[in-house]
Nanobody, 115 residues
Framework: QVQLVESGGGLVQAGGSLRLSCTVS????????MAWYRQAPGEQRELVAA???????KYADFVNRRFTISRDNAKTTVYLQMHSLKPEDTAVYYC?????????WGKGTLVTVSS
């Protein structure tokens, strides 16, 4: 089993920055891709950014170079640094890891961007 706990969400004004963290514990061996998703009220959950085992990253188009995903070498923490936040970035942000083709999710952290 893998446990994920997100932190770092909160209220920020448009144009501001936040850094989300996700602490990973449990059976870490075998973790492949680590990712951040988000879900706005009434919307489907969507991928924000992912970092593969190789270290390669991918981002959703809406990120537009405003966010950076990173992780520590031990894969115990994955980060999402967000800059130039917009009101439309308001959502619950979820941490996700893939381990042996099974997805694990955290409970999410709320990010609210005021205009």
């Amino acid at each position: 089993q893998v446990q994920l706990v997100e932190s770092g969400g909160g209220l920020v004004q448009a144009g501001g920055s936040l850094r989300l963290s996700c602490t990973v514990s449990g059976s870490i061996l075998g973790i492949n891709t680590m990712a951040w998703y988000r879900q706005a009220p009434g919307e489907q959950r969507e991928l924000v950014a992912a970092i593969a085992n190789s270290g390669s990253t991918k981002y959703a188009d809406f990120v537009n170079r405003r966010f950076t995903i990173s992780r520590d070498n031990a894969k115990t923490t994955v980060y999402l640094q967000m800059h130039s936040l917009k009101p439309e970035d308001t959502a619950v942000y979820y941490c996700n890891v893939d381990r042996f083709a099974r997805d694990y999710w955290g409970k999410g952290t709320l990010v609210t961007v005021s205009s």
